[in-house]
């Protein structure tokens, strides 16, 4: 059913964040078309969620890079690789390698420079990046070690210690507004309490899911 198939796209998605077309069409037996319009129904239901066409008609093209690592780090429940890219410090994420070779060249990392300096460095561009939305939201206790693995990368700080009711309190940073619809697939167990204009939109956005399948 195209309800089960939509379900098992958006597993998918959040599990890997991105899943090339052909992939999505051999795992559940339909056609690239399909996946397309399926996309197009998550995102006319206000899921974050959309299709992206590649360099060589939807097939995606790896992109390779030689680099001098100094090592990882984690923020937020998401591992990063912090390495000089042409002499430059560069963040990769580690669950987007798809592929790794040690080259016979030594390593040539920037003199005096060590993992901690870099990386501090590469976090305050990432953190005092200008624009975004920052949210306020609570979540369940029996649900935020979920909630950390699929939406870490969001995360603004480390949440608060539950409270007597059993609610802890996270901040979130998204590019723009629409992107926290992303915290809909948490059910109640998630709450965004600010700004308002967030919870204005998920409500558009919850209104609009349930006139979907209100029939």
């Known amino acids: 059913m195209k309800s089960d198939r939509l379900l098992s796209i958006l597993l998918l998605l959040q599990t890997r964040g991105r899943v090339r077309a052909a992939e999505l ?40 890079y030689t680099v001098d690592p100094y090592g990882l780090v984690a923020k937020a429940g998401t591992w990063y690789l912090v390495a000089d890219h042409r002499g430059r410090g560069r963040l990769f994420r580690a669950d987007r390698l798809t592929d790794l070779a040690v080259t016979e060249s030594p390593v040539r990392r920037r003199e005096g420079v060590e993992l901690a300096q870099v990386w501090a460095g590469l976090r305050r561009e990432v953190e005092d990046r200008p624009g975004g939305v920052r949210i306020t939201a609570r979540v369940r206790r029996e649900r935020l070690d979920m909630v950390v ?31 926290v619809r992303q915290l809909l697939q948490f059910g109640a167990d998630v709450e965004v309490l600010a700004p308002s204009e967030a919870r204005a939109d998920l409500a558009r956005a919850a209104a609009d899911i349930r006139s979907l399948y209100g029939s």
């Open 25 to 64: 069409a051999e795992r559940l037996e339909v056609s690239v078309r399909t996946v397309h319009r399926d996309i197009e129904a998550l995102s006319a239901a206000g899921i974050p969620a959309y299709a992206e066409r590649g360099r060589h008609g939807g097939r995606e093209k790896a992109r390779a």
């Open 149 to 179: 693995r699929i939406a870490g990368a969001h995360l603004a700080g480390e949440p608060s210690t539950p409270d007597g009711a059993g609610w802890a309190r996270a901040g979130f940073d998204y590019p723009v507004l629409p992107a």
